[in-house]
């Protein structure tokens, strides 16, 4: 059983009061506890970013905090080394829409077994709030001056992953703990690709999408019969442009994840081969030389 003095980390967290990601980071505990697995079997990988520092602030757990960008193929790496690991990763909207985009999109197409948490902030908060690619058409910053603000329309995380190939796909608010834990805990249970978008403000940066904005402009796809095995109807949800934001699951199917059907036919995790340690060495040596 994991115990919250398990996850307890001394380091000194340096987000700013009142950061949406203090929001996630208890979710994320909370989830972690919930979950019920070997503390052992959890792995955890982050991009670069304030979201990303998460690994420093959760005690137990396995992880790194890896390169901008890339924490989903650090992640496919330590699944398919060895598939008994429940492997989750966070990262941020600049992280995983920007330069992370291209392993977003894959990830999801080959279905790989873990869940990414995007603490979707609208800006790159650690580099002092540029727009990012989730920022609205119009958001205001100092990179996007009126007018016209941000010139185009944001890439949608969920819409992304459900025409991509992802088998699991959310979208939460850090406000609303409950609901993230709960999705949370799916997500990682889920044997796929699973993707939550959560909705993070960034008190700092961010004057538009804040908290008062997100408790009054979202709303429940529970509560409103929608169906989460149709792809179309998904993906119309994840493209609602109006003027509340959906949360809840967009889509949960099934289909064969990446190690199952094609990486890994015959011989199992990476772990369970047999390596000759020469063979190691000398890959050492060439490297070396
Ligand atoms: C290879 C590389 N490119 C760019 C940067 C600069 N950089 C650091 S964090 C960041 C964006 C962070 O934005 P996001 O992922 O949204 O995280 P947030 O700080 O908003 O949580 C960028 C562009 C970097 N550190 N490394
Ligand atoms: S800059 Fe924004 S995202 Fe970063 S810690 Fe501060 S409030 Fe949070
Ligand atoms: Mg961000």
Not at 16 to 39: M, R
Not at 52 to 59: E, L, Q, R, T
């Amino acid at each position: 059983m994991i115990t919250p003095e398990m996850l307890d980390e001394p380091q000194k967290i340096t987000w700013c009061t009142g950061c949406g990601n203090f929001g996630i980071l208890a979710s994320l505990k909370k989830a972690v506890i919930e979950l019920n697995k070997p503390i052992h079997n959890l792995v955890l990988t982050s991009g670069i970013g304030c979201s990303s520092k998460i690994p420093h602030y959760i005690g137990g757990v396995n992880s790194i905090h890896t390169l901008h960008g890339r924490p989903i193929p650090v992640a496919t790496g330590i699944h398919l080394a060895n598939t008994d690991l429940e492997v989750f990763v966070h990262t941020g909207d600049g992280d995983c829409l920007a330069e992370g985009l291209g392993h977003f999109v894959h990830a999801a197409r080959r279905n790989v077994n873990m869940a990414v948490f995007i603490h979707n902030n609208g800006v790159n908060g650690l580099t002092k709030g540029q727009f990012s690619p989730a920022a609205p058409r119009g958001y205001i910053s100092k990179t996007s001056p009126p007018p016209p603000g941000a010139p185009m329309d944001p890439v949608s995380p969920t819409a992304q992953a459900i025409t991509t190939g992802a088998t699991f796909v959310a979208r939460s608010f850090s406000g609303d703990q409950k609901g993230l834990v709960k999705l949370m805990v799916q997500a990682i249970n889920h044997k796929g690709f699973a993707v939550i978008d959560i909705l993070q403000p960034c008190v700092t940066w961010n004057r538009q999408l804040t908290w008062k904005f997100y408790n009054e402009h979202t709303y429940s796809l529970e509560d409103n019969g929608h169906d989460v095995t149709n792809k179309l109807q998904a993906l119309e949800k994840a493209m609602e442009n109006g003027d509340k934001y959906p949360v809840g699951v967009f889509y949960n199917v099934e289909r064969p994840d990446l190690a199952s059907g094609i990486a890994l036919p015959e011989k199992g995790a990476l772990k369970d081969h047999k390596t000759d340690l020469k063979d190691v060495q000398k890959i050492i040596d060439d490297l070396i030389l």
